[in-house]
């Protein structure tokens, strides 16, 4: 009697389930993350707000390089009038925060920042920085994991690979590469 229970209450949450969907095992869920539906939202206030994309903010510690990405912050882009829409296009000027002790230093590498943004949207946009000291709330970057110790055999196929890459900087760029794919692979065998 009790089966005829436990088989009657499964048949029923069965029949209720196939009501809101198909739920069967390897079906695709509807669900999407949260950072898409923020950045769906977000997006239109930020470049009605700051006149910049949602995109510049996030890849910020990306373009500026690894000292710069944590004690630095675009706010907005001040785009210069234009009288009507005959103006040759000028470059705007890209407000930064920054802690106040490092702007100084901030200031040696704004060049090197203009380009790296310039390169980031495509096209020359921004011709200036201007540096406005102010206090940051930054979350911690994570910190990257060290790359797996590989075996003999992983290493010396590693250095067969990379023999014929005469560029210091790409061949180290991809033994990291190299490491981390094939450390992967060995920590879920």
Known sequence: MGANI???SRVNFLSRSAKFGDLRYGARSTARPVADIAAGILEPVISRRA???LDLVSAWPDIVGEPWGEFTMPEKINWPRRASDDDPFEPATLV???DGARAILFQHVL??????VNVFFGFAAISRIRIVQKPLNRRKLP?????PQLGASDNARLQS?????????????LE???RGVLGSRKERK
Do not use: P
């Not at 060049?111 to 790296?116: A, D, F, L």
């Not at 910190?143 to 790359?147: A, G, M």
């Not at 690979?161 to 061949?171: A, S």
């Open 111 to 116: 060049g090197e920042c203009i380009e790296r």
């Open 6 to 8: 436990g088989s009657k």
């Open 143 to 147: 910190v990257r994991r060290e790359l």
């Open 96 to 98: 930064v925060a920054c």
């Open 161 to 173: 690979i990379l023999g014929d890459v005469e560029n210091e900087k790409l061949r180290e760029s």
């Open 51 to 53: 006149g910049m994309t």
């Open 176 to 178: 990291k590469l190299g």
